[in-house]
């Protein structure tokens, strides 16, 4: 069993910046792909950026050159750095994790999410 828990969301003033925390604990043999998603009121849940053990990324093209995906896996920890900010960038922000368990079975998990506000 594996927990995610999201810090970092705040209200900001668009052209400003944000780092999203994501801490993993608990038990697996592998944590592989994490990746930060938002869901907006009204739309639907969307991939922002991921990132493989490896360190491969994926970015949406709406975030691309603005937002930073990263991780430390000693510390089974993902980061989200968003830089210039928009109105809307405006939502609620999800981390996920595709875990490997330790009976060797594909779990995926889901933070409880944290609220981003771009506005003035």
């Known amino acids: 069993q594996v927990q995610l828990v999201e810090s970092g969301g705040d209200l900001v003033q668009p052209g400003g910046s944000l780092r999203l925390s994501c801490a993993a604990s608990?038990?697996?043999?592998?944590?592989?792909?994490m990746g930060w998603y938002r869901q907006a009121p009204g739309k639907q849940r969307e991939l922002v950026a991921a990132?493989?053990?490896?360190?491969?990324?994926n970015y949406a093209d709406s975030v691309k050159g603005r937002f930073t995906i990263s991780r430390d896996n000693a510390k089974m920890t993902v980061f989200l750095q968003m830089n210039s900010l928009k109105p809307e960038d405006t939502a609620v922000y999800y981390c996920?994790?595709?875990?490997?368990?330790?009976?060797?079975?594909?779990?995926?998990?889901w933070g409880q999410g944290t609220q981003v506000t771009v506005s003035s």
């Open positions: 608990g038990i697996a043999f592998a944590i592989n792909t």
């Open positions: 996920n994790a595709d875990v490997t368990d330790l009976l060797k079975r594909p779990v995926n998990y």
């Open positions: 990132i493989t053990s490896g360190g491969v990324t």
